[in-house]
Nanobody
Framework: QVQLVESGGGLVQPGGSLTLSCVAS????????MGWYRQAPGKQRELVAR???????NYADSVKGRFTISRDNAKNTVYLQMNSLTPEDTSVYYC????????????WGQGTQVTVSS
């Protein structure tokens, strides 16, 4: 059974930082590209950042220079370091795992809420 379990969300003031974690089980983690997506109320889910099996990364323009995605294959974990947070970053953040050969092997976590507010 595949599970992606996110943690690290919460309430933070504008300008603050949070680090999200996603622990994967039930998959060969090193063979999966990992991503963070977010969805605000009334909006579509959008890509925040992705990291390939070779640790190549890409980011949404809105988070470039503020967010950093990383992975630890030994711990089956992907991280999202978020700095200089703004109220516009308020969303539910979802972890995604997609096999590097088969896009049908695509899994999601349950999401973690990030709220940026003073």
């Amino acid at each position: 059974q595949v599970q992606l379990v996110e943690s690290g969300g919460g309430l933070v003031q504008p300008g603050g930082s949070l680090t999200l974690s996603c622990v994967a089980s039930g998959i060969m983690f090193r063979n999966y590209a990992m991503g963070w997506y977010r969805q605000a109320p009334g909006k579509q889910r959008e890509l925040v950042a992705r990291i390939t099996i070779n640790a190549n990364t890409n980011y949404a323009d809105s988070v470039k220079g503020r967010f950093t995605i990383s992975r630890d294959n030994a711990k089956n974990t992907v991280y999202l370091q978020m700095n200089s947070l703004t109220p516009e970053d308020t969303s539910v953040y979802y972890c995604n795992a997609r096999h590097f050969l088969s896009q049908s092997a695509d899994y999601w976590g349950q999401g973690t809420q990030v709220t940026v507010s003073s």
